[in-house]
């Protein structure tokens, strides 16, 4: 990576140029054509910002409480697989990153360095996602895990019954490769996702035998039941469903599409975001994913009523070209970027983001 890269994009042009081919596809493809995953950006370009002037800006503050939890920006890493496919270090690098720079980090369930150790690396708040496995012993047995090694949250991905279409990984054949384990689970458990087939891929075959697609609002009793943890949900893009956590006792609900990953032509998360907030307690906090790419963006989705927005795909391409201090400067341009947003639209404060920030892009978008 050029030193002093001074954007995203050009992180993401470092990290192409040196991954294979078959790896950056698994980590940049979205479910059939890409419509959604496209949208996701395209959908923040529809706002336009309204500065407000003479206002003292000379201290600008991105920090903010979340779940009880001090940030030094409203920004947390997204739970993605498999850091270890882009640094040998993989998850525990990004851990150390994130907690330098006052970010959440989500380990995934199927992270590639254990439990433990990314606890271990982590100064910062650290949850853990999960999907609903069919094995729920497994499922169990982590969220023990990750109470005793300090994790702050659960983070249950519900959009995820079965995997998306992913094209990119089918014409591939693309599967884990075998230096590469998800740790935290039996290999007995993981190991379709390391064949792979002609024309399939080992990841969606593993989702077909491992996922549970049984799951209904009925089944948080029963994770309840085993943790004192927060719980958030991933995936709502709905105000019926935000209705519905709400109802069922969540402490926040993280407004995802999955990177663009699983629906395609689902709603473009951020605008899903504001139906979803109207449709919460104002004291339920409501998460974005997708799309985030620039400090203009966070203020963006911090005036539509998100509480905090993750990033997911940046983090991997700041860990593919310098590790930890890769991931790193990918959350410092943020809160760089951030803070000079705020700033310049007079707002010195995040909680002085709110809908008055925002007007319609007058004009054509793109």
């Not at 995203?8 to 192409?16: K, T, V, Y």
Request: aromatic letters at 4%; charged letters at 20%; glycine letters at 10%.
């Amino acid at each position: 990576m050029p030193v002093g890269e001074l954007t995203l994009a050009g992180i993401e042009r470092a990290a192409r140029a040196q991954l294979p081919p078959e790896i950056w596809d698994f980590i940049e493809g979205g479910s059939g054509a890409e419509r959604t995953m496209a949208a996701n950006r395209q959908m923040f370009a529809r706002y336009a910002l309204r500065p407000r002037t003479m206002v003292d800006v000379s201290a600008c503050s991105p920090g903010r409480t979340l779940l009880g939890a001090p940030l030094g920006l409203p920004v947390g890493i997204a739970p993605m697989a498999y850091h270890r496919l882009v640094d040998p270090e993989g998850e525990t690098a990004t851990a150390r990153a994130a907690g330098r720079a006052g970010a959440l980090l989500v380990a995934g369930m199927f992270a590639s360095r254990t439990l433990e150790e990314i606890a271990a690396a982590a100064t910062g708040p650290l949850w853990l996602q999960l999907y609903w496995l069919r094995e729920r012993a497994a499922l169990a047995a982590l969220v023990e895990r990750a109470e005793a090694a300090g994790y702050s949250a659960l983070v249950l991905t519900v959009d995820a019954p079965r995997i998306g279409r992913r094209l990119r990984d089918l014409r591939n054949g693309f599967a884990i490769p075998p230096a590469v384990r998800a740790v935290n689970l039996d290999p007995a458990l993981m190991s379709a996702s390391h064949r792979a087939t002609g024309g399939g891929s080992g990841i969606a075959e593993h989702a077909r035998e491992q996922f549970d697609p049984t799951l209904t609002w009925s089944d948080l009793d029963w994770l309840r039941a085993r943790t004192r943890l927060p719980l958030v949900l991933k995936g709502v893009l709905t105000a019926e469903d935000a209705r519905l956590a709400a109802e069922h006792g969540v402490d926040a609900v993280l407004v995802s599409n999955h990177g663009g990953r699983q629906l395609d032509g689902a709603l473009p998360s951020l605008a899903a975001l504001p139906e979803v907030v109207d449709a919460v307690p104002a004291d339920l906090p409501v998460l974005l994913d997708g799309g985030v790419r620039t400090g203009a963006d966070i203020a963006v989705a911090l005036a539509l009523g998100a509480r905090a927005v993750l990033v997911g795909r940046p983090v991997f391409w700041g860990l593919a070209t310098e590790g930890e201090a890769g991931v790193h400067r990918v959350l410092d341009l943020l809160r760089e970027e951030l803070e000079h947003t705020m700033a310049l639209l007079g707002r010195p404060r995040l909680a002085d983001l709110d809908r008055t920030v925002l007007a319609p892009w007058p004009g054509p978008v793109g």
